[in-house]
């Protein structure tokens, strides 16, 4: 079974840009998500993330994002919960507690956890749309030639990850086949067999790479020439051009007070026209990847034949 | 003396001379030939190896497992000493570059490999990325590696692959984008090591085709270490066999066989097999030889020795039928009993659908298969890659739900999954195994004597034999196996005397009341151990019968005995030889 996460080639501008113009894109909703903790505005920019890698075609990354992301905010909410006792509202009082002292639980701890968990989500989704949209062998084509030793660790781990995931999936399968009368897996026998696989693949991956040639100072190719270089899509200049007007729109709208949010003493959210106009422009953001539909043109002899056809 | 990494046009395509080898931390047992007497005793995997092959020539390099092939192409592409290390001796050279001196990258522009495990091969995520790597590795341009690319999957045939990613390829399909990542650079010399032994019949004979049209068309030297010699032979200039590494024959096709008929019989084609049982000379490269040369005995009708040309026309030797009778009778593939009473039922599949996440969407693999097992029967699962077969084994084993359908086991099932290794997860055979329950499953499989054994020291047969022991402890009732045990694609990777091994280990599980179900590509593996074969496709049962009915009334799925005589129900050598030697009496 493939992972959610894992890059799928499709028709799509933002899988046509070139890996700076994606990260450009998807990592100016991450910035936001990490300068705004206006619930509103990190609402909007998680519905622009979805939206993104719906255009693109990522639901099932959309999908699995969320569920993690929600798996990660859960305990993020009920640990603040339980360890920050400030706020004016309080819900539930639980007492001494070894290590916590008194437990005090409040809608403001509560509703700050609540952020945090949103913002996890968000940057989540904005992650999986990037992983199952970006080229993973272009992104490492663009590092080669910038850090060499990175690109090759990367281009190792891009492989083994998967590698070692399937070998994990069939060691386990070995382990529900095992006999009830054979000794039992146990997991620090599994993790040693894993272990001693993963090292004997990388072996392998190695020497694959050392077939191919990584070992040698090849010269960089002439750019002049280069397909890669000359065949910018012209899809970067859009996402370019989103992702800077997005994060210029963020930071003018927060320097205008658009991220009016407090937890503490009470919970405080503001709702002003620079929040309402911010959480517009990061939703409008999210269309980047729309694909412009062509209307397929005409045959004119065709045409020709068909009015008079209809004529007739 | 050559550039070290310039390759020379006149120059063969390798040359290896007095090449001696042994890997890091290898056993200190045996003394390799060239050694001299009182020197010390060093386990070689190469001794005193020598060989040339020209340019355009395409040669098949035969032996029986470890007996150094791998090795052998190790040291072509400079893998051997550069990337293993160990103790080397001698020379090599790939179209004029000292292989010694070069490392694999460099030599990378003339020799290209392709080895076993398709899997381990890749290191991009999509198609185009991987064969444009080794181009863009020598800093090639854009524009020349995007006509190389092209050039070459037109060559292979997988243009529609070029933008899949690599995590969604076939066995077949990723090995031919190995096989285009090795040629991406129009390499002089390509090594394959067993580039067959994951792939069904079809795709096997189709890339032995495609290799022999790659060494024509473009005149690229192949090496290509097999251990089914009967899908390549009839494609090779020349044979290369090995033992115990080093260089035991080396010749034309036609001879290599009948040096194999004296000198090890585990290397004989089973069309070689069924002409040296019926008589005849001389012994076939292929099935179009053979029957050519049984056309033209029947013309002749029969060779006569002193003609003047008797080296080249067929002769009859017939050798005694008691002979061919006594190995029919060693045969275990007979006809099955009809009436299967309900009571012997080991495993029952109805209506069964089963789907699985193909990626983006969800793909019924397989279709409603119905199949019923009873206790004693020795079945072969046959197919395609991406049939269904090993699908269809991890459903009956509960790794898999199905969707709909029942399916019925009854007293339990062992299944041995494609790789043994997965099963084997300590360092002594006693510990996997504990107590009275795990020495009664070694006593089946014959390994009670390995108790302290470490499972990494067993040979590779032994390992399969105790990952099976391992999976059978427990499931039996005193000395009784359960009802049925499933072997998954048991030979990748095995020569013929292993194969052996482990028909005599399928019948011996069978004749203690196991129903045997093994998936498998191999055709004659097949109509050694099989009663029946249930031939799936896409998903769906095409065919189910007796094995000798199967096997001989297609043309991928027959063996090699079956597509030279076509007749119906004649599958292995003997029983093709006992219908020769009736004709000719």
Not at chain 1, 15 to 35: D, E, I, K, N, R
Not at chain 1, 81 to 89: C, Y
Not at chain 1, 216 to 232: I, K, S, T, V
């Amino acid at each position: 079974m493939r992972s959610p996460f894992a890059y799928t080639p499709r028709a799509g501008p933002l899988q046509a840009a070139s890996p700076a113009a994606a990260v450009a894109y998807l990592g100016s909703l991450t910035v936001v998500a990490f300068l705004y903790s206006n619930p509103l505005v990190l609402a909007a920019t998680g519905i622009a993330a979805a939206l993104a890698g719906r255009l693109a075609g990522a639901d099932r990354a959309v999908r699995a994002a969320i569920k993690l992301g929600l798996a990660i905010a859960v305990p993020i909410v009920v640990v603040n919960a339980l360890v920050v006792s400030r706020g004016e509202t309080v819900l539930a009082r639980l007492g001494e507690w070894p290590l916590f002292g008194q437990v005090d639980v409040t809608a403001e701890a509560i509703a700050d956890g609540c952020v945090f968990g949103l913002r996890a989500v968000v940057v989540m989704i904005a992650f999986a749309v990037y992983s199952a949209c970006v080229d993973p062998d272009r992104v490492l084509r663009a590092l080669r030639p910038i850090a060499g030793r990175s690109a090759l660790t990367a281009t190792l781990i891009s492989r083994l990850v998967p590698v070692a995931a399937a070998d994990a999936g069939r060691l386990r399968d070995a382990g529900r086949l095992r006999g009830p009368a054979a000794a039992p897996l146990g997991r620090a026998a599994l993790a040693r067999r894993l272990l001693a696989g993963s090292l004997d693949r990388a072996v392998d991956v190695a020497s694959t790479l050392e077939l191919r040639g990584y070992g040698l100072d090849a010269p960089r190719p002439d750019c002049a020439g280069c397909a890669d270089c000359a065949q910018r899509s012209r899809f970067d200049a859009r996402f370019y051009g989103i992702g800077t007007a997005l994060l210029t729109a963020a930071i003018g709208a927060k320097l205008l007070g658009a991220d009016a949010f407090s937890a503490y003493p009470t919970v405080q959210v503001g709702v002003a026209t620079s929040t309402l106009a911010v959480s517009a422009v990061v939703v409008v953001a999210g269309l980047g990847p729309l694909a412009r539909r062509r209307r397929p043109r005409r045959n004119p002899a065709r045409a020709i034949r068909g009015s008079e056809a209809a004529r007739a | 003396m050559p550039d070290l990494a310039t390759p020379t046009r006149t120059a063969p395509a390798l040359c290896i001379e007095g090449l001696t080898y042994r890997y890091p931390n290898a056993d200190r047992s045996t003394k390799p030939a060239s050694s001299p007497p009182g020197g010390p005793n060093v386990s070689f995997a190469l001794r005193d190896v020598s060989l040339t092959l020209a340019a355009g020539e395409l040669a098949l390099l035969a032996g029986r497992s470890a007996c150094g092939k791998s090795t052998l192409l190790r040291a072509a592409c400079g893998l051997v000493p550069h990337f293993h290390g160990g103790e080397i001796e001698g020379s090599v050279s790939v179209a004029g570059i000292d292989a010694l001196r070069a490392g694999p990258g460099e030599l990378a522009a003339v020799v290209g490999y392709v080895a076993q495990d398709p899997e381990t091969q890749v290191v991009s995520t999509t198609v185009a990325a991987e064969i444009a790597l080794p181009l863009e590795m020598r800093g090639e341009p854009g524009v020349s590696r995007a006509r190389a690319v092209e050039e070459v999957a037109l060559a292979l045939a997988i243009p529609h692959l070029l933008d899949r990613t690599v995590d969604t390829l076939s066995g077949g399909e990723l090995q031919r984008v190995a096989l285009a990542a090795a040629l991406v650079t129009r390499p002089r010399l390509v090594l394959l090591d067993e580039p067959t032994s994951q792939l069904d019949p079809v795709a096997g004979d189709e890339l032995i085709w495609l290799l022999r049209r790659l060494n024509e068309e473009w005149g690229v030297s192949i090496l290509l270490a097999e251990h089914r010699l009967e899908r390549c032979l009839a494609a090779a200039d020349r044979v290369v066999a090995m033992d115990s590494g080093s260089v035991a024959f080396d010749g034309q096709p036609v001879d290599f066989l009948a040096w194999a008929q004296d000198a090890d019989t585990a290397l004989e084609t089973p069309g070689a097999r069924l002409f040296s049982l019926a008589g005849i000379e001389p012994l076939p490269t292929g099935v179009r030889d053979a029957r050519r040369i049984l056309a033209s005995t029947e013309a002749v009708g029969g060779g006569r020795a002193g003609s003047p040309d008797r080296a080249r026309r067929p002769v009859f030797r017939p050798a005694p039928l008691a002979r061919a009778a006594h190995l029919e009778a060693k045969n275990p593939a007979r006809g099955r009993d009809p009436r299967p009473s309900l009571d012997a039922m080991a495993a029952d599949v109805r209506d069964l659908w089963v789907e699985l996440d193909a990626g983006e969407t969800a793909r019924d693999v397989l279709r409603g298969i119905d199949l019923r097992v009873d206790r004693g029967e020795r079945v072969a699962l046959m197919g395609r890659n991406g049939a269904g077969k090993s699908t269809l084994l991890r459903t009956l084993a509960g790794l898999v739900e199905p969707v709909r359908g029942k399916v019925r086991v009854s007293d339990g099932m062992a299944l041995l999954t494609q790789n043994p290794g997965d099963y084997l997860v300590r360092e002594r055979v006693g510990d996997e195994l504990p107590g009275e329950q795990g020495l009664a499953a070694l006593r089946v499989v014959g390994l009670e004597h390995a108790l302290d054994a470490d499972p990494r020291d067993l040979s590779g047969g032994e390992r399969q034999r105790l990952a099976l022991a391992i999976a059978l402890a427990g499931r039996m009732e005193g000395d009784e196996l359960p009802g049925l045990v499933a072997l998954d694609e048991p030979t990748r990777g095995m020569d013929r005397a292993r194969k052996q091994e482990l028909v005599e280990l399928i019948g011996g599980l069978a004749g203690r009341g196991a129903a045997v179900v093994v998936a498998t590509h191999d055709v004659e593996f097949a109509a050694a151990f099989a009663e029946r074969v249930v031939l799936l496709g896409d998903g769906v049962t095409i065919a189910d019968g007796a094995a000798a009915e199967i096997l001989s009334g297609g043309w991928y799925f027959a063996t090699e005995v079956a597509r030279i005589l076509d007749l119906p129900g004649v599958v292995t050598a003997e029983q093709g030889a006992a219908v020769l030697e009736a004709e000719c009496l």
